[in-house]
């Protein structure tokens, strides 16, 4: 694990820089740990793929402390920590025609009929990796590698809300209506993202999802 | 309880309601929004006597022309704008009262590109989160989610105590839009080749019209990398300047995406975001890089200057 500043208001914590379940799980009980201690002493904890931010005031932090308190954290993420995983939630999904345009250019990249992609994205169980882009949007992981099609050439100006996409090893679901590059597959009436719920976040990091189509 | 309204006439190019930014929210996705140039904004507040947590307006390019519905006391800091109310022209950074029914219009900009109307009380929508900053991609916050359009009615609280009209130094505003930023090297300042950073620190970069409130392209010689390696995407700050493979790189700003996946050379200090914050499009900036201790001593000089506004308002009988 290694501790670097970026710039004089964030600590980066980094762990090998891989996209990996073991590595994001410590990423993620160490943010549950910094929590607890320090979350009254920083403005904002934010854990990553294999990499945590922590965002600090700089004329009201001891720089040194900090990098101590992460430091004493971090050794105490335990292998037990690391297998705890998240809540599991499943996302009816109403895939291709007018739900998923984007189902029959991945089937023709993937040589298979849509059917088989369909069949191969609900047959995996994905890990919430981190939150990032926009508000509640989960990036999620990792995609069969068949079906494993890359971001479209021109993105789209307008992506709409509960659209559920694919960019090579990710899939992801667009919480509010934006721009967006991912091959769409299909859609979700699940609100995933509610400023005005106690939990605004349908999906946390290290939650699980499952795909049901409808 | 609100007691009257800012109505807008015309609302200028972008204005936007802003606070310090929605914290606290980054691990769900949320991005932080808040002022582009913190120190005028908190300039403002605290010269209307107003604490760190109170919203103001922050003006872009183009300024807007608003009805005070009540009596207001009101400061505006940032950017030098040629101000008048109800027709007569009033000073930038202090406090200037305002009585029912006032016409402030923003006229001719000499120098700068934002300026903060703070008024005593704050400005009063409905928080999103914690915060009334305006996110304008996600459409969170502010009024409404997105910058003011004519015919708005902004809520404002009852002044809570009388202010001293005080005036304030404002920032050093960027002459003939030009200004030098300082830099402390970025967490993957060795993805670079040495004549990216050589390059980042010699020539002078010009604000693409291209740039908005997530972040400036920065136009001049594309910045080489030594290695082919992608980051896997990584928290962000403000101030970080990424540098997407064709080379040519963002600064990002205070709508920023919560993280990203660029190489990041370098990152503009604190103390100096705000002379960042006050660049236009087709302004030109040259970087040079510091030292923590230059930055820390920086940033300790910008929060006296604040302190000093601080302590005259509370002190004058």
């Known amino acids: 694990m290694t501790i670097r500043p970026v710039g004089d208001t964030m600590l980066l914590v980094e762990w090998a820089h891989a996209i990996d379940p073991v590595v994001n799980q410590k990423v993620i009980a160490l943010a549950a740990r910094l929590r607890a201690r320090l979350e009254a002493a920083v403005r904002d904890i934010v854990p990553g793929y294999c990499s945590l931010g922590v965002h600090f005031d700089p004329l009201r932090t001891d720089l040194a402390g900090l990098e101590r308190a992460i430091r004493e954290e971090a050794a105490q993420v335990s292998g037990e920590e690391t297998t705890v995983s998240g809540a599991m939630h499943e996302i009816p999904v109403r895939y291709g025609g007018p739900h998923g345009p984007d189902l029959p250019a991945v089937a023709e990249w993937a040589r298979c009929s849509p059917a088989e992609v369909i069949e191969r994205h609900v047959a995996r169980v994905y890990r919430v990796y981190m939150l990032g882009f926009i508000p509640g949007f989960a990036y999620l992981g990792v995609v069969d590698p068949a079906i494993a099609a890359p971001r479209r050439q021109v993105p789209r100006e307008r992506v709409p809300a509960g659209s559920v996409g694919i960019a090579g090893g990710q899939t992801g679901i667009y919480p509010i209506a934006s721009p967006g590059g991912w091959q769409l597959i299909g859609r979700t009436d699940v609100t995933l993202f509610d400023p005005s719920r106690a939990t605004p976040s349908l999906l946390a990091p290290g939650d699980l999802v499952r795909f049901v189509p409808v | ?317």
């Open chain 2, 1 to 317: 309880m609100p007691s009257g309204s800012i109505h807008v006439l015309r609302p200028g190019l972008l204005t936007t309601v802003q606070d310090l930014g929605r914290w606290g929210y980054q691990a769900i996705g949320v991005p932080v929004a808040g002022p582009m140039d913190w120190f005028s904004h908190r300039l403002a507040n605290l010269a209307v006597g107003n604490g760190d947590t109170a919203a103001t307006l922050e003006v872009t390019l183009i300024g807007p022309d608003l009805v005070f519905d009540v009596a207001a006391t009101i400061a505006i800091c940032g950017a030098e704008f040629e101000i008048a109310v109800d027709g007569r022209q009033i000073a930038m950074n202090a406090a200037v009262h305002v009585p029912a029914g006032a016409r402030v219009v923003f006229g001719r900009r000499r120098r700068g590109a934002r300026a903060y109307l703070a008024v005593a009380g704050g400005v009063l929508t409905p928080p999103v989160l914690g915060s009334r900053a305006t996110h304008l991609v996600s459409g969170m916050g502010g009024h409404q989610g997105r910058a003011l359009v004519a015919g708005d009615r902004l809520p404002i609280a009852p002044p809570t105590r009388e202010v001293p009209v005080t005036r304030a130094s404002g920032l050093m505003l960027p002459a003939a839009g030009r200004a030098r930023v300082r830099l402390l090297p970025g967490p993957q300042i060795e993805w670079f080749d040495p004549s990216a950073v050589a390059a980042l620190t010699s020539v002078s970069f010009r604000i693409s019209p291209r740039s908005n409130r997530m972040g400036y392209r920065l136009e001049g010689p594309p910045l080489a990398r030594a290695t082919h390696r992608e980051p896997v995407s990584e928290p962000l700050a403000m101030g970080v300047i990424q540098v997407p493979s064709a080379g040519e790189p963002i600064l990002l700003m205070a709508d920023r995406q919560t993280a990203g996946g660029y190489p990041k050379i370098a990152v503009v200090i604190s103390a100096d975001l705000p002379i960042a914050a006050q660049l236009a499009p087709g302004d030109f900036v040259e970087f040079t890089i510091v030292s923590r201790q230059e930055a820390a001593a920086a940033l300790i000089a910008r929060e006296r200057a604040l302190l000093r506004i601080a302590a005259r308002g509370q002190h004058q009988p």
